[in-house]
């Protein structure tokens, strides 16, 4: 399986090069100054490829920054526009910093190190969060899986590193008195805004769910909203129902645009949603409600669900959970409820 020549290199020296051919594999090959060291190579990688391991030096060929621009266009290219901008800019963030090396030198210990950069420098937002770390060390995770694929490394050195551990994550509900100030303040912003928050809270969608919703995926007569394109990739529909349905049908009927499919198109441009984060942030201060993201309107809208007895299963379906565990954060408020229900029975 192996063989090894004698090589003279240019300044006179002589060195033993081991090829080794395997059918439907790159050629194995290395230099040695001695037979005896060539041999010893050439048994290591025989019984490593008897034992079914693929051991290439195109680990030592291909560099960090050409495996990413390979991964790039062959997977990333490929994703959702949101998960495309996140794995682009954050495999470009290690490119610049470790492109130039070889991908046999992404160690853990180097893993490592490059974490520790990633928690302490300044970003254009601050300080990275733990889970923001974790993100970026998930992205070159995934394309060093590709290599592993692609037979150029045996194994993922990612899988090494241990992610941060991540603290709890908020969740900021609506009391009812907040609730009515909100709607209120949307109200006198906007129509748009104030069906885009009314459906939130009825629905616990997302938010990019509601504001790139389309008319087609909207059922005026039987009150369902379909979400065609969600975080998991999973297509859900949704019952909208009251007075929240009564407020799409008359929104139907005053604001829709002929000329596009949108809910809520751009007014610069009407293919596009529209953007409410500025709306919104004004509602915010009109209301006076602090310490609140537009996603909590979705745990708000969980709350609401969980505190009118609906069946934590339920819940998890209308939200989009693929697993019961995402919706047991809502569970102790189902407990609440039912203290404060027996102690109302036990006081009649």
């Not at 302490?120 to 970026?136: I, P």
């Not at 303040?185 to 990019?208: D, H, I």
């Not at 309107?297 to 969980?306: F, G, K, P």
Request: aromatic share 8%; hydrophobic share 35%.
């Amino acid at each position: 399986m192996a063989t090894i020549t004698e090589r003279y290199r240019k300044n006179g020296k002589k060195v033993f090069r081991v090829e080794i051919r395997i059918k439907g594999n790159p050629t194995l090959s290395k230099s040695f100054e001695k037979r005896s060291d060539a041999l010893d190579w050439a048994k290591q990688q025989e019984v490593q490829i008897k034992q079914g391991h693929l051991i290439n030096l195109e680990a030592d060929r291909q560099t960090i920054s050409e495996i990413i621009d390979f991964y790039l266009e062959d997977v990333v290219s490929k994703m959702r526009r949101s998960s495309k901008s996140n794995y682009t800019k954050q495999l470009e963030w290690f490119d610049k910093r470790i492109g130039k090396l070889s991908l046999r030198k992404l160690t853990p210990a180097l893993i490592i190190q490059l974490r520790k950069i990633l928690q302490t420098e300044d970003s254009t937002r601050g300080k990275r969060s733990v889970a923001t770390c974790n993100r970026y060390l998930a992205a070159l995770s995934s394309c060093c899986s590709y290599a592993v694929e692609q037979q150029i490394l045996e194994e993922n050195p990612c899988r090494k590193v241990k992610q941060l551990t991540e603290p709890r994550g908020q969740t900021r509900f609506l009391d009812d008195q907040e609730r009515e100030k909100l709607i209120a303040a949307c109200k006198e912003n906007s129509p748009q805004l104030y069906l885009a928050v009314t459906l939130s809270l009825s629905t616990g969608a997302r938010r990019q769910e509601i504001w790139s919703l389309r008319w087609e995926n909207v059922d005026l007569g039987e009150g369902y909203l379909t979400f065609q394109q969600t975080k998991n990739g999973d297509i859900r529909s949704v019952p909208v129902i009251g007075q929240a349905l009564e407020l799409l049908r008359d929104y139907h009927r005053k604001h829709r645009l002929l000329h596009t499919s949108l809910l809520f198109p751009s007014s610069t441009n009407p293919q596009k949603p529209l953007e409410f984060r500025k709306r919104w942030e004004s509602v915010l201060r009109q209301a006076e409600i602090g310490d609140f993201r537009y996603h909590d309107l979705r745990h708000s809208a969980a709350s609401y669900m969980v505190r009118n007895g609906m069946d934590l299963r339920l819940v998890a379906e209308i939200l989009g959970h693929r697993t019961l565990q995402m919706t047991m954060r809502y569970s102790h408020l189902k407990r609440d409820h039912l203290k404060s229900a027996m102690l109302k029975a036990m006081s009649a």
